[in-house]
């Protein structure tokens, strides 16, 4: 397995079936759902998009929808994991929302997707990492990212800002060595990084931790929001330099340090899109907490990204018949700058019925 095209836009290409599908009008079954297992989090960094409002995403509005601190339905839940297997989904990405590893009822969660097809990632600020490690071993369970953001306790006390004492950096640290001892070739262990103005001379020792940690990659990325990729626009030259030497410094066949900055700084300050449909959100979507199923990331908890609710509908009614309707009155243009354009202008070109020249290469 090679663990390096772990954030590959490409991915897509291994799904032939999906995009024939595209091509001919048709709505395939998502790949990935991303669900929201709670909207508590027992972090307040300033730069989430979900649970701090006051650099929330320009024009959606998303942070003021929020609900406030539910969990989701776990009878629901467990009966849906069934109707996704059913329906053609292939993996589940825990994710928030909130913290997921703080959600309840985690472990009948993680119990009820061993027993299934479903494939399975997390990503968490690693606060209760703990709770995952006796799952490590499923064959289904192929990835953890734990968002951490800082290469000491000092400046992650001052990102993260815990709102209790009952863990802190140095734990987090022990649960990932624990989590990066697993030896199965198509586990994938990461830590991420999201650049901002506290943290940004620390891009070299966050990769020369993740390397001593022993995870499989470092993922280096930029804080969303309230004026974008402006903000970054005064330190953006040194960071990138300090990814390239980490990347001279510390990369092998086994750990790899992954440039989420350069193209996002750039997609996130387009002015405008070159593609015509998101086709993005018929691959991936997105379930919350409130059980309403939803377009993607930025658009969780908004009206105007809202495909339809779970709570009593079936997975295949809201899927492939609500949507239907929702799809025909959706507005890209009112989408602000996206992590998936890359995503979007490949699917675009593959999409097409009969693409000029197909035959010739170069």
């Known amino acids: ?139 289904n369970f192929k990835w953890v990212r734990i968002s951490l953001d800082a290469s000491n306790q000092k400046t992650w006390y001052k990102i993260h800002k815990p709102k209790n004492n009952n863990h802190n950096f140095e734990d987090i640290l022990v649960y990932i060595k624990r989590l990066s001892e697993i030896k199965r070739r198509d586990f994938v262990t990461g830590i991420s990084f999201i650049v901002c103005s506290n943290n940004y001379n620390e891009v070299y020792k966050f990769a020369k931790l993740g390397k001593d940690l022993g995870v499989d990659n470092v993922r280096v990325g930029i804080a969303y929001g309230r004026s974008f990729g402006e903000r970054h626009v005064k330190y953006i030259k040194k960071v990138k330099k300090d990814i390239q030497k980490a990347k001279d410094d510390f990369e092998d066949k086994s750990f790899f340090i992954f440039d989420k900055v350069s193209k996002r700084f750039n997609d996130i300050n387009s002015k405008r899109k070159d593609y015509d449909k998101c086709r993005f959100q018929d691959l991936s979507t997105n379930l919350g907490a409130d059980l309403n199923l939803y377009t993607c990331c930025f658009g969780k908890y908004s009206k105007r990204y809202k495909i339809g609710s779970l709570k009593t509908k079936s997975f295949r009614e809201v899927w492939f018949e609500n949507r239907k309707n929702f799809k025909k009155g959706f507005d890209l243009s009112k989408c602000p700058p996206c992590w998936y354009e890359n995503e979007n202008r490949i699917l675009q070109y593959l999409a097409q019925k009969n693409p000029p020249h197909s035959k010739f290469i170069g």
Do not use: W
Request: charged share 30%; with cysteine; proline share 6%.
């Open 1 to 139: 397995m090679d663990k390096k095209n772990a954030y590959s836009p490409f991915k897509i290409l291994h799904d032939i079936k999906r995009i024939e599908d595209l091509r001919k009008g048709k709505i395939p079954p998502p790949k990935t759902i991303r669900i929201d297992l709670n909207t508590f989090c027992n972090h307040d960094c300033d730069f989430c998009l979900y649970q701090n409002s006051n650099d929330g995403l320009r024009g959606i509005g998303l942070n003021k929808k929020m609900p406030p601190k539910i969990n989701i339905n776990l009878k629901r839940l467990l009966v849906l994991f069934d109707e996704f297997e059913d329906n053609g989904v292939e993996a589940i990405v825990l994710i928030g929302g909130g913290e997921p590893t703080i959600y309840p009822s985690l472990e009948k969660v993680l119990s009820k997707l061993s027993t299934s097809k479903l494939e399975f990632g997390i990503i968490t600020n690693g606060s209760r990492l703990d709770r995952t490690i006796p799952y490590r071993n499923l064959n």
